[in-house]
């Protein structure tokens, strides 16, 4: 059975930063494999990709409004992908997804929130 779980969510202040972790297991394939992406979601919104990182040579791809700020990367080795988050802004309050996508097979964690506010 397929998991994804997140951590590394919570509150922070503008300006702060936050490091999210995704944690894979049970996959048919190697990990190595998989294309892993963050999306987010915010309250009444659809769900946006946040950055995506491939399997292949690590390109990474960045949604505009977080080029910059975020940096996606995985550790092979520990079946791992993280999302650094520095400057951190209001807008970027909502629920954090990992995805893990190879072929026809696309996974999802729970989530795990992020809220940015003074």
């Known amino acids: 059975q397929v998991q994804l779980v997140e951590s590394g969510g919570g509150l922070v202040q503008p300006g702060g930063s936050l490091r999210l972790s995704c944690v894979a297991s049970?996959?048919?394939?190697?990990?190595?494999?998989?294309?892993m992406s963050w999306y987010r979601q915010a309250p009444g919104k659809e769900r946006e990709l946040v950055a995506s990182i491939a399997s292949a040579r690590y390109s990474e791809i960045y949604a505009p409004t977080v080029k910059g700020r975020f940096t996606i990367s995985r550790d092979n080795g520990k079946n791992t992908v993280h999302l650094q988050m520095v400057s951190l802004k209001p807008e970027d309050t909502a629920v954090y997804y990992c995805?893990?996508?190879?072929?026809?097979?696309?996974?999802w964690g729970q989530g795990t929130q992020v809220t940015v506010s003074s």
């Open positions: 995805n893990a996508a190879y072929s026809s097979r696309d996974y």
């Open positions: 049970g996959f048919t394939f190697s990990f190595s494999w998989y294309t």
